[in-house]
């Protein structure tokens, strides 16, 4: 089993920045997708963005391609996300994920390993 522990998340104006980390422990494996994914009230989760295990590869959601990036600190086992350029519709408990998966899946595997997240609220 994994356990992932998420920090980082604040309230923030629009256009300010964020940087969330998620802390894994437990049975990780290095071939393990990791993604980050947010979900509010009434509103299904989205995958915001994903590093694929078996090669680094990344991917973004379009929502927030050119602003989002995500890194990874194998020898800390931390997965990172740098958030520039806040928007309020980014508003969301962002939470992490780490799980073998498909290549073409990593936003959208469902993900066995998960955290309990960090809330990111974004103001006019």
């Known amino acids: 089993q994994v356990q992932l522990r ?3 998340g604040d309230a923030v104006p629009a256009g300010g920045s964020l940087r969330l980390s998620c802390v894994a422990s437990g049975h990780m494996m290095s071939s393990f997708c990791m993604a980050w994914f947010r979900q509010t009230p009434g509103k299904a989760r989205e995958g915001v963005a994903g590093i694929r295990g078996v090669d680094g590869v990344m991917f973004y959601a379009d929502s927030v391609k050119g602003r989002f990036t ?3 600190d194998s020898a800390r086992n931390t997965l ?3 958030m ?3 928007k309020p519709e980014d508003t969301a408990n962002y ?8 290549p073409d899946q990593v936003l959208t595997a469902d ?8 809330q990111v ?3 006019e």
Request: glycine share 10%.
């Open 84 to 86: 520039n350029n806040l």
């Open 70 to 72: 995500i890194s990874k």
């Open 80 to 82: 990172y996300l740098q």
């Open 95 to 102: 939470y992490c994920a780490a799980d073998w998966c498909w």
């Open 111 to 118: 993900y066995q390993n998960t955290g309990q997240g960090t």
């Open 121 to 123: 609220t974004v103001s």
């Open 6 to 8: 998420e920090s980082g």
